[in-house]
């Protein structure tokens, strides 16, 4: 599979926007569509998203009726509706690049080559936002993202802190705070939620440390070894500054625990960034900064991924077409990104980086990698999430846990056809 992921990732963007942050999507206009019936789409719950949605839902009239479903739980019900037997429920979805590969692998992903071809320049669609394996254009990406460090630069300054570059900074700065914060009950907040969430810390973590999820030029797993052990040590590390409920807080959790003011620093998702200032929300607005995630240990490179998010088309629902890529294109479009401006890190050329748009960058100069693209990443990704709690909790110990993540990992890839059988035993 050759992505065009780094290009997307590395790609400046430098045009001026002339933005307006504050902008409604209402009145953008959508005077390309035609044709009647229902497009269904869905997507993650995050600003931009939200944005691109409000715009997409505008495009309805009379016998045309556009639904967008925003939910925490869009990568499980995309992946459900992709994989169905029957129709999929959604026309489109948006799928970060880990989902991305998951359907791809699966062939489940509806070729866009022919739709860019034919209406691309219309839409101003600008090559790196093409999601090309083997010539086809088989995504649209629209944002990039990564996890950066989020911290309250107000206490910082009053307890005279440095901003942690390493996770050991990262616990001596807690300690501090929990001492002498009163505001702060736990300094950290961070996503360790059982599955995607602890399984991405993992990820971020492992690869900080120098190790590997995979044995050189296979699929036989290697993430169980001593770094994978040091990993959850590092992880563990931080728990003592963080909620009780830290093994199911996911990323929307850790949004709250910042917006009230409950902790003072933690890892998170560059795509969550404005949410900081949002005065509805936000009791900590003006006073959030951000920086690259921490290292896994001292002068390493910062613990986290560099992502894209895209717009795909399952195989399993080949009706409205046109019309679905006509609404996605009108919430992607050159005044869509220009009135979103703030609200994400656009991959388009007139998005103009401002206070929420450093994550991707900051990342990037701390030696961030792009997150693994192998067919079977997702399945020991997903057997490490699944079974971290143990460890975390300290129910079992942690070398214990990854040995058992991987043998349940290397049955799944076996079935897959990704592991010779009898290999690795």
Same mark, same amino acid.
Request: proline share 6%.
């Given at each position: ?8 990732? $590395?790609?400046?963007?430098?045009? /001026? &926007?002339? @933005? !307006?942050?504050? #902008?409604? *999507?209402? +009145?953008?206009?959508? =005077? ?8 269904? $789409?869905?997507?993650?719950?995050? /600003? &931009?998203? @939200? !944005?691109?949605? #409000?715009? *997409?839902? +505008?495009?309805?009239? =009379? ?17 459900? @509706?992709?994989?169905? #037997? ?340």
């Amino acid at each position: 599979m050759t992505l065009r992921r780094r290009a997307l990732l $590395l790609a400046a963007a430098a045009a /001026p &926007a002339g @933005a !307006h942050p504050g #902008a409604r *999507a209402a +009145g953008l206009g959508c =005077p390309n569509i035609g044709g009647s019936g229902e497009v269904n $789409l869905v997507g993650n719950s995050f /600003p &931009a998203v @939200a !944005h691109i949605a #409000a715009i *997409a839902e +505008g495009c309805a009239r =009379p016998g045309f009726k556009v639904v967008f479903k925003l939910t925490p739980q869009a990568r499980i019900e995309t992946e459900q @509706a992709f994989g169905a #037997a029957g129709r999929s429920p959604f026309d489109a979805a948006v799928v970060s690049m880990a989902v991305f590969a998951n359907l791809y692998a699966r062939r489940q992903l509806q070729p866009l080559s022919d739709l860019v071809q034919k209406f691309g320049p219309r839409y101003r669609l600008e090559e790196k936002m093409l999601v090309r394996v083997d010539g086809e254009v088989m995504a649209i990406a629209f944002m990039q993202n990564t996890q950066n460090l989020y911290y309250r630069a107000d206490l910082f300054a009053r307890h005279r802190l440095a901003v942690p570059t390493d996770y050991a900074q990262m616990v001596q700065a807690a300690a501090v705070l929990q001492r002498q914060e009163p505001s702060i009950t736990f300094p950290i907040a961070q996503g360790f939620a059982k599955g995607f969430d602890g399984g991405t810390e993992f990820t971020n973590i492992l690869a900080s440390l120098g190790g590997r999820f995979f044995q050189p030029g296979g699929a036989l797993p290697a993430f169980n070894g001593a770094e994978g052990v040091q990993a959850i040590g590092i992880m563990r590390s931080l728990m003592p500054y963080m909620t009780p409920n830290l093994l199911a807080s996911n990323a929307d959790d850790v949004v709250n625990q910042f917006q009230q003011g409950k902790a003072a620093m933690g890892v998170l998702w560059a795509s969550r960034a404005s949410r900081m200032d949002d005065a509805a929300a936000s009791r900590v607005v003006g006073q959030m900064q951000f920086a690259a995630a921490p290292a896994a240990r001292p002068g390493g490179r910062s613990a986290a991924h560099l992502w894209w998010d895209a717009m795909v088309l399952p195989r399993n629902n080949p009706r409205q077409r046109e019309a679905t890529f006509h609404v996605l294109m009108e919430g992607l479009s050159e005044a869509a990104v220009k009135s979103g401006n703030d609200l994400g890190i656009w991959v388009r050329s007139v998005y103009d980086p401002g206070r929420f748009g450093t994550g991707v960058g900051l990342a990037q100069k701390a030696g961030a990698p792009v997150w693994p693209s192998e067919p079977f990443f997702s399945l020991a990704h997903a057997e490490v999430g699944k079974l971290l709690p143990e460890a975390l909790a300290g129910e079992r110990a942690p070398q214990a846990v990854l040995d058992a993540a991987a043998a349940a990992y290397l049955r799944s890839a076996t079935e897959k056809g990704f592991v010779r059988r009898g290999a690795g035993a």
